[in-house]
């Protein structure tokens, strides 16, 4: 396995690569790895010739007052994790190398404007701009993403089909915890008594899944899942919403694919959950 700092070093390796014909897989991270970064790791091994692992926290996608400077971090062990599931290269840039004196990016509407995008306005600005240079730099055939990440996702391969880049998305499904909590690199903030509070996320998820049905309002849906989260002392509602898969627009009727969506602060740390009811929209 290969580890590179550089743009011009990492492309002079895919630049080999491709020469060679062979197929190129992306996994984005920023790094802390878990399971479900694992799980993304192991479709991409399955599916390409060379899996390339970007590891960079990337600071465009943070805004003021959010937890850049404390979000985990512990490259030794994501190394460890990115050699055990087959990685052949690891892409570990610093900010300078990203970003000179940036002044583009890459910012779409309509869909960032709702769920995350309503209290994180600026984040799917540099959730893009980073992923549209990972997506130059590697040049990937495939590139994969996680569906916790649900509006990222939606939001992805709507910037691929816009502007034309030539990969193809895949969505991987959300890993748990044993006890239902979704895998993420924030669950590390929680405390003993938060991270038993955060378990009212996936209860409400599955609350959601048990009584959506076609032709249902989304408010009774909705409604059932706030009592969940309503109930647990430490949680705060940022929004749970349910919108059109595609278009991630609210639906008063679950008369298509539809994304239910939620994120709740424990504490101090936001988490977010989702599902997906109906068919879930094709890869890109």
Not at 190 to 197: C, D, M, P
């Amino acid at each position: 396995m290969k580890i590179t700092t550089t743009v011009s070093e990492t492309r002079s390796l895919i630049r080999q690569w491709k020469k060679e014909g062979m197929t190129i897989g992306l996994v984005p991270t920023m790094g802390f790895l878990h399971e479900g970064h694992a799980s993304l790791i192991k479709k991409c091994r399955e599916e390409n010739d060379k899996v390339v692992v970007s590891v960079f926290v990337n600071p465009t996608q943070f805004g003021e007052n959010e937890d850049l400077e404390a979000y985990p971090r512990d490259f030794h062990r994501d190394m460890a994790l990115c050699e055990e599931m087959g990685a052949d290269l690891v892409f570990h840039p610093e900010p300078e190398e990203m970003y000179q004196d940036a002044c583009t990016f890459i910012n779409i509407t309509d869909l960032s404007d709702n769920l995350c995008g309503k209290t994180r306005p600026t984040h799917f600005k540099g959730v893009c701009t980073v992923v549209g240079k990972l997506f130059n730099i590697v040049t990937p055939d495939n590139a994969y993403f996680g569906q916790k990440d649900a509006q990222q996702l939606a939001i992805i391969k709507k910037m691929v089909m816009d502007l034309n880049f030539d990969v193809r998305i895949v969505g991987c499904p959300i890993i748990r915890e044993e006890d239902g909590l979704a895998k993420s690199s924030r669950n590390t903030y929680l405390n003993e008594r938060e991270r038993t509070a955060a378990l009212c996320l996936s209860k409400a998820v599955k609350r959601g899944q048990e009584v959506i049905a076609k032709g249902c309002n989304s408010n009774d849906v909705l409604q059932e899942m706030n009592e969940i989260i309503e109930k647990e002392p430490l949680a705060k509602v940022d929004y749970i919403s349910i919108v059109d898969a595609l278009t991630l627009q609210p639906v008063e009727y679950v008369e298509r694919p539809v994304l239910a969506a939620m994120a709740v602060y424990i504490g101090r740390t936001r988490l977010i959950d989702n599902f997906i009811y109906g068919e879930e929209p094709a890869d890109q």
